[in-house]
């Protein structure tokens, strides 16, 4: 899914982006997003200020739906548009549970392998050390489960984007490179 870019896809990216420019200003493209996802019942959303979320509804959710976070802006460069910018990713829980992981694995895998590895020098036996291998496994593990998760989130995710282009109008949003 190489949503961030146009030529190839960088395959240790969990959480896709990418940016759209439109003519549109912010609010006229929150409003459009808004008023599609109430006649569009295969998409559900909610503004909160600047951002918008577009999800798929409850009912059809499952645990690796994803969620596009839609945050827009005026363009800094050229006041006359506005900047898109567009995060794919899972739920909050599922994310929050993911980023857990990877810091309580990165912890003690650093502390228990530092640890062990501080035995090993000055000559004593330790378990410790079995820190490293181990966990740096569980952290593939746990890399390989959200990969395999963000495949099969793919068709939900290619809805959601297409989705995002119908709502603010083909043609009034076009695709920059980050």
């Known amino acids: 899914m190489p949503f961030n870019r146009k030529d190839h896809h960088n395959f240790g990216e969990i959480r896709p982006r990418f940016r759209l420019i439109s003519p549109l200003s912010p609010p006229e493209i929150l409003e459009r997003l808004d008023t599609f996802c109430k006649n569009d019942k295969t998409v559900a959303g909610r503004k909160i200020h600047d951002q918008f979320y577009l999800d798929i509804p409850v009912k059809y959710r499952h645990f690796w ?23 794919v990713g899972p739920q909050a829980f599922v994310w929050i549970t993911f980023a ?9 895998s650093f502390f228990g392998g530092m640890f062990g590895l501080v035995q090993w020098s000055q ?14 496994f569980i952290i593939l593990a746990v890399w390989m489960i959200a990969k395999s998760g963000q495949k099969a989130s793919r068709d939900d995710t290619l809805h959601l984007v297409s989705s995002l282009y119908h709502a603010i109008g083909i043609g009034n949003a076009e695709r920059i490179a980050s």
């Open 65 to 87: 739906s994803p969620e596009l976070r839609i945050l827009v802006e005026k363009d800094l460069n050229d006041t006359t548009k506005t900047l898109i910018r567009v995060t």
């Open 100 to 108: 857990i992981s990877y810091a309580v694995l990165g912890l003690i």
């Open 123 to 136: 000559g004593n036996d330790s378990n410790w050390i079995w820190c490293l291998p181990v966990t740096s």
